[in-house]
């Protein structure tokens, strides 16, 4: 598609429960981003996949947080047994690998309710 | 550690007049520093970047100010509209790699 796509946009989850965020980077991306966006603030990084290389995991909260990317495209995030702490706007980006600057797309993010 | 950061939470503005988004950053080792636009509901929108080797860069409607010697970054918006409120984030890349380190954010508010 044209742009980076996310789904589900909303997700209500119980506390305890095993959640699953999808992100479609724009074809021929090569470097994919997790952000975490609480309410009424910025943006917290959470992974970079690039290419083939060893994911950047630097900015992942706990061990309760992973993130696949599977053949170099689509990614997934999971967060499992959710806590309340986890509800937060989750949005992903991706850029060629070259992109400095303004190379970089984001989706519209994944609304995670935790009650 | 290094941060970028802002100055201003919220900033008001009457329609039609220019308006300053100011930014603080600490890490001397970045090679671009980016302004986004963040609407309700969607993801940011790339506004304009500038490379560390400039201190001015302009676009429509917008100017991007870099002081190196304060650390300090601006977004300038020409003839504010009400299309215009939104939040908006500086952001920065080290020049060792890829990742966008984002500051917490201004409000812009248009006022008709």
């Known amino acids: 598609g044209a742009g980076v796509s996310q789904s589900p946009s909303n997700k209500v989850t119980e506390k305890g429960k095993d959640v699953e965020l999808r992100c479609d980077p724009i074809s021929g991306h090569t470097a994919l981003y997790w952000y975490r966006q609480s309410l009424g603030q910025g943006l917290e990084f959470l992974i970079y996949f690039q290419g083939n290389s060893a994911p950047d995991k630097s900015g992942l909260p706990s061990d309760r947080f992973s993130a696949e990317r599977t053949g170099g495209s689509v990614s997934t995030l999971t967060i499992q047994r959710t806590q309340q702490e986890d509800s937060a706007v989750y949005l992903c980006?991706?850029?060629?690998?070259?992109?400095?600057?303004?190379?970089?797309?984001f989706g519209s993010g994944t609304r995670l309710t935790v009650v | 550690g290094e941060s970028v950061g802002l100055h201003l939470p919220t900033l008001s503005v009457q329609e039609g007049d220019n308006s300053i988004i100011n930014c603080a950053y600490s890490?001397?080792?970045?090679?671009?520093f980016i302004w986004y636009k963040q609407e309700s509901g969607k993801g940011p929108q790339f506004i304009i970047d500038?490379?560390?080797?400039?201190d001015k860069r302009q676009g429509q409607r917008v100017t991007v100010l870099l002081n190196k010697t304060v650390k300090h970054l601006s977004l300038q918006i020409a003839a504010t509209q009400p299309g215009d409120s939104a939040v908006y984030f500086c952001?920065?890349?080290?020049?060792?790699?890829?990742?966008?380190?984002f500051g917490g954010g201004t409000r812009l508010m248009v006022k008709p």
């Open positions: 890490n001397s080792a970045s090679d671009y």
């Open positions: 980006a991706s850029s060629r690998r070259e992109d400095r600057g303004g190379g970089y797309t």
């Open positions: 952001a920065e890349i080290h020049n060792a790699g890829n990742m966008l380190t």
């Open positions: 500038i490379r560390s080797n400039m």
